[in-house]
């Protein structure tokens, strides 16, 4: 695709439950990037990948977070036993090269437990 | 930790008036920069970046200067139109992809 496509948009879900946001890069980007972003707050990061290899992964807020991404390609953020504080806008950002090129977003995945 | 910080959370300029949005970083590794917008309930938007071996790039209507020295960026727009409402951050590339605060930058008309 032209642009980074992250689904589903909009997601709600019952505490307890788990949920899988997917995330699609664009084609030929290596580094993929998740971010967490509340309400009028900032971006906070989460975990990225080169590749398929996440090297740092003390950015996931507990071990109910987990990531992974095949292929160098797609990326799916899982949260597992959703809590209400997980409820946010979940971003994802691809670039060419880690660390040396923009990254591009795209819209997020809305995330609201209830 | 290190971090990547905004000096500001709101700045309120008038419609036509330069505006300045500043940031401080602490990663003394890093050497790349970039500067987004967020306009409400989009994801944020590539504005402008630059390398650490730079100390100015300009771009349609926005400048951003870097000073290693003391660990400081800033993002200036010129003449300020209403579509230049929304939270700017700057991000630090030096490990992943590192984001600021967010200053939410007001144009009054």
């Known amino acids: 695709g032209a642009g980074v496509s992250q689904s589903p948009s909009n997601k709600v879900t019952e505490k307890g439950k788990d949920v899988e946001l997917r995330c699609d890069p664009i084609?030929?980007?290596?580094?993929l990037y998740w971010y967490r972003q509340s309400l009028g707050q900032g971006l906070e990061f989460l975990i990225y990948?080169?590749?398929?290899?996440?090297?740092?992964k003390s950015g996931l807020p507990s071990d109910r977070f987990s990531a992974e991404r095949t292929g160098g390609s797609v990326s799916t953020l899982t949260i597992q036993r959703t809590q209400q504080e997980d409820s946010a806008v979940y971003l994802c950002?691809?670039?060419?090269?880690?660390?040396?090129?923009?990254?591009?977003f795209g819209q997020g995945t809305r995330l609201t437990v209830v | 930790g290190e971090s990547v910080g905004l000096h500001l959370p709101t700045l309120s300029v008038q419609e036509g008036d330069n505006s300045i949005i500043n940031c401080a970083y602490s990663?003394?590794?890093?050497?790349?920069f970039i500067w987004y917008k967020q306009e409400s309930g989009k994801g944020p938007q590539f504005i402008i970046d630059?390398?650490?071996?730079?100390d100015k790039r300009q771009g349609q209507r926005v400048t951003v200067l870097l000073n290693k020295t003391v660990k400081h960026l800033s993002l200036q727009i010129a003449a300020t139109q209403p579509g230049d409402s929304a939270v700017y951050f700057c991000?630090?590339?030096?490990?992943?992809?590192?984001f600021g605060k967010g200053t939410h930058l007001i144009i009054q008309p």
């Open positions: 950002a691809s670039s060419l090269a880690l660390g040396r090129t923009e990254a591009f």
């Open positions: 630059i390398r650490s071996n730079m």
């Open positions: 990663n003394s590794a890093s050497d790349y």
């Open positions: 990948f080169q590749g398929n290899s996440a090297p740092d």
């Open positions: 991000a630090d590339s030096a490990d992943g992809l590192t």
């Open positions: 084609s030929g980007h290596t580094a």
